[in-house]
């Protein structure tokens, strides 16, 4: 699988390695114009950046209510889903690298609990 930048979602997914993008069900989240409904999509548009990684307005990224909530913390529970490790991965080892890793581990998310 070739490493596809445009595949890194906002928020510290991969949407290369997504079931529904294998199917060619969705384009990924920065190509799906449905998304318009994700305030992380949304803010990170709006402010001109690739994903959280490159936000300044919060020392943590843990701290953005549009990032940590009530609904990502269930999905993380429930699929042992960890978009904060992500987004930490991205800022210390780049996107490229981050990529790169995902498609070598075949996973959306990096795992809560390794």
């Known amino acids: ?8 979602s906002y ?5 290369g390695a997504c079931p529904s993008y ?3 069900k969705c384009p990924g989240c920065a190509a799906n114009e449905k ?4 305030k992380i ?5 709006m402010k001109g950046i690739s994903s959280c ?10 701290d953005c209510k549009k990032f940590n909530n009530f609904i990502s913390k ?9 978009r904060r490790k992500g987004i930490l991965y991205i800022k210390s080892q780049g996107t490229e690298a981050f990529a ?8 959306v998310s990096l795992k809560k609990r390794e």
Not at 54 to 62: L, S, W
Not at 74 to 82: L, Q, R, T, V, W
Not at 100 to 107: A, G, P, V
């Open 53 to 62: 990684a490159e936000c300044d307005e919060f020392a943590e990224v843990n």
């Open 1 to 8: 699988m070739e490493t596809n930048l445009q595949l890194l």
């Open 41 to 45: 999509r949304t803010c990170n548009i």
């Open 100 to 107: 790169s890793h995902m498609i070598k581990i075949d996973r």
């Open 11 to 15: 928020c510290g997914l991969y949407c």
């Open 22 to 24: 294998k199917k060619a």
């Open 74 to 82: 269930a999905f993380g529970f429930f699929f042992n889903s960890d």
């Open 35 to 38: 998304a318009k409904w994700c």
